[in-house]
């Protein structure tokens, strides 16, 4: 996944037992289509070059079967590693935090949530008869990917919408080698992760 578009949109699919969402880029022309296989104890994603779900690029696979810090490894159709993306959970009480590693495990990119308050109030209106129903529309959460000297790479949102749930990743500045896929494969699992809220 390289030399793409942006910004990105994600958006899921409905009536599915399992998670499914698509990616398409600034013109409309299909990135990805993304699959979690169902009533899996440990994540198991496919992603596809299309709806179709003839051509696996990817798969994302989950080291354990409860997301506490749990990591997400990336590979290629032939195997071949690609990074992983890590949830930090104790950082994630407060504020979403990932990080993501290259493919010799080395510390690349940080994801980390902007504002904290959003998540506090999207898990309390969220209970509200009624006006949870508006959480979808009103608390929207937003992460940074910076490098580990802060430079800012991108930036993924999930956009106000009352009923689908749709995301947007933003390029904020040239990709070095291999950054694009980690960062592309890493919000994907992200909104797997996160889908819930907003």
């Given at each position: 996944?390289?030399?793409?578009s942006y910004?990105?949109?994600?958006k899921?699919?409905?009536?599915?037992?399992?998670?499914?969402f698509?990616v398409?880029?600034?013109n409309?022309?299909p990135?990805a289509?993304?699959?979690?296989?169902?009533?899996?104890?440990k994540?198991?994603?496919?992603?596809?070059?299309?709806?179709?779900?003839?051509?696996?690029r990817?798969?994302?696979?989950?080291?354990?079967?409860?997301?506490?810090?749990?990591s997400?490894?990336?590979?290629?159709a032939?195997?071949?590693?690609?990074?992983?993306?890590?949830?930090?959970g104790?950082?994630?009480?407060?504020?979403?935090?990932?990080?993501?590693?290259?493919?010799?495990?080395?510390?690349?990119?940080?994801?980390k949530?902007a504002?904290?308050?959003?998540?506090?109030?999207?898990?309390?209106?969220?209970?509200?008869p009624?006006l949870?129903?508006?959480?979808?529309?009103?608390?929207?959460?937003?992460?940074?990917?910076?490098r580990?000297?802060?430079?800012l790479?991108g930036?993924?949102?999930?956009?106000?919408?009352?009923?689908?749930?749709?995301?947007?990743?933003?390029?904020?500045?040239?990709?070095?080698?291999g950054e694009e896929?980690r960062?592309?494969?890493?919000?994907?699992?992200m909104?797997?992760l996160?889908?819930?809220?907003?």
């Amino acid at each position: 996944m390289e030399n793409l578009s942006y910004p990105l949109t994600i958006k899921f699919k409905f009536g599915v037992i399992n998670p499914q969402f698509s990616v398409v880029d600034v013109n409309g022309t299909p990135v990805a289509y993304v699959k979690q296989k169902a009533f899996k104890l440990k994540e198991d994603i496919s992603v596809f070059r299309s709806e179709a779900q003839a051509d696996l690029r990817f798969k994302i696979k989950a080291d354990r079967w409860l997301d506490y810090n749990a990591s997400y490894s990336f590979s290629d159709a032939s195997g071949a590693e690609k990074g992983r993306l890590v949830r930090k959970g104790r950082k994630s009480l407060w504020k979403a935090e990932y990080e993501l590693y290259d493919e010799n495990d080395k510390p690349d990119l940080l994801i980390k949530e902007a504002n904290g308050w959003i998540k506090v109030a999207d898990a309390l209106f969220g209970e509200i008869p009624i006006l949870g129903m508006l959480t979808g529309y009103l608390f929207n959460p937003s992460y940074n990917v910076t490098r580990p000297d802060g430079t800012l790479v991108g930036v993924f949102h999930k956009k106000p919408d009352l009923v689908s749930r749709s995301f947007e990743l933003e390029k904020k500045t040239s990709f070095e080698e291999g950054e694009e896929t980690r960062i592309v494969l890493g919000t994907m699992m992200m909104v797997l992760l996160e889908r819930a809220r907003g």
